[in-house]
Nanobody, 125 residues
Framework: QVQLVESGGGSVPAGGSLRLSCVVS????????MGWFRQAPGKEREGVAGIYTDAGSAYHADSVRGRFAISQANAKNTVDLQMTSLKPEDTAMYYC??????????????????WGKGTLVTISS
């Protein structure tokens, strides 16, 4: 059974930093794509950042570009999301997602094969 487990969420004041990590278990191959999505109360889930693990091509949403950075850890099927200059509007549940194959658009949730349960990020003003 494939599982994605996120860690690193928490509560920090505006301007602070957090680092999220996502580890895949139960899958012997390499996930082709891994990404982070977030969902704030009353809002739709949105793509935050993603990375194609073969080439290392990374993508970030306009709202977080320059503040967040997705990266692959040394271990296979592990990705991190470094978040800096956090704002209250970044408050959301953050989900790790993965796809076994190529995704047409990286920010679309419907193309992901697997999801984690999420980790809560709360930014106070």
């Amino acid at each position: 059974q494939v599982q994605l487990v996120e860690s690193g969420g928490g509560s920090v004041p505006a301007g602070g930093s957090l680092r999220l990590s996502c580890v895949v278990s139960g899958y012997t191959g390499r996930m082709y794509y891994m990404g982070w999505f977030r969902q704030a109360p009353g809002k739709e889930r949105e793509g935050v950042a993603g990375i194609y693990t073969d080439a290392g091509s990374a993508y970030h949403a306009d709202s977080v570009r320059g503040r967040f950075a997705i990266s692959q850890a040394n271990a296979k099927n592990t990705v991190d999301l470094q978040m800096t200059s956090l704002k209250p509007e970044d408050t959301a549940m953050y989900y790790c997602a993965a796809s076994r194959g190529r995704v047409p658009t990286w920010w679309r949730a419907e193309y992901m094969d697997y999801w984690g349960k999420g980790t809560l990020v709360t930014i106070s003003s």
